[in-house]
């Protein structure tokens, strides 16, 4: 019989997991504070995932002290010198807008199914 033994975390492990855990949530009570829409929070938290070095600026996004990104958070308004930086950035932000759309999509297209289902049966 195999025993299987969850993973041990370390006190200074779980510390510093809260202590992630807990900037996290202050950048987000910031954003909603500062007045930042839906969009650039999401974005944030988008990028936050692949970058840690990502803060505010009241409402801009501050990536790796290189990058800026002021709202309406659209691929053009990213700045910065022009390099990998930068381009990443981009790519990420282009990415997000991607994935937002199609899950719009899909969610649409799901509204859309029990209506049909009861056009049919009537």
Same mark, same amino acid.
């Given at each position: 019989?195999? /025993?299987?033994?969850?993973?041990?975390?370390?006190?200074? *492990?779980?510390? +510093?997991?809260?202590?992630?855990?807990?900037?996290? %949530?202050? +950048?987000?009570?910031?954003?909603?504070?500062?007045?930042?829409?839906?969009?650039? *929070?999401?974005?944030?938290?988008?990028? /936050?995932?692949?970058?840690? #070095?990502?803060?505010? &600026?009241?409402? $801009?996004?501050?990536?790796?002290?290189?990058?800026?990104?002021?709202?309406?958070?659209?691929?053009? $308004?990213? %700045?910065?010198?022009?390099? =990998?930086?930068? +381009?990443?950035?981009?790519?990420?932000?282009?990415?997000?807008?991607? #994935?937002?759309? +199609? &899950?719009?999509?899909?969610?649409? =297209? &799901?509204?859309? &199914?029990?209506?049909?289902?009861?056009?049919? =049966?009537?």
């Amino acid at each position: 019989m195999m /025993h299987i033994t969850a993973p041990f975390l370390s006190p200074l *492990q779980l510390a +510093s997991k809260a202590r992630t855990e807990k900037e996290e %949530k202050l +950048s987000q009570a910031y954003a909603i504070s500062a007045g930042v829409s839906l969009e650039g *929070q999401q974005l944030f938290q988008t990028i /936050h995932k692949t970058i840690k #070095d990502c803060k505010w &600026q009241e409402k $801009n996004i501050v990536v790796m002290e290189e990058v800026v990104i002021t709202p309406p958070y659209q691929v053009e $308004n990213c %700045k910065g010198k022009e390099g =990998s930086a930068l +381009s990443h950035v981009r790519k990420i932000v282009e990415k997000h807008f991607r #994935d937002v759309e +199609s &899950q719009k999509i899909l969610q649409r =297209s &799901q509204a859309q &199914q029990p209506q049909k289902e009861a056009a049919l =049966s009537s």
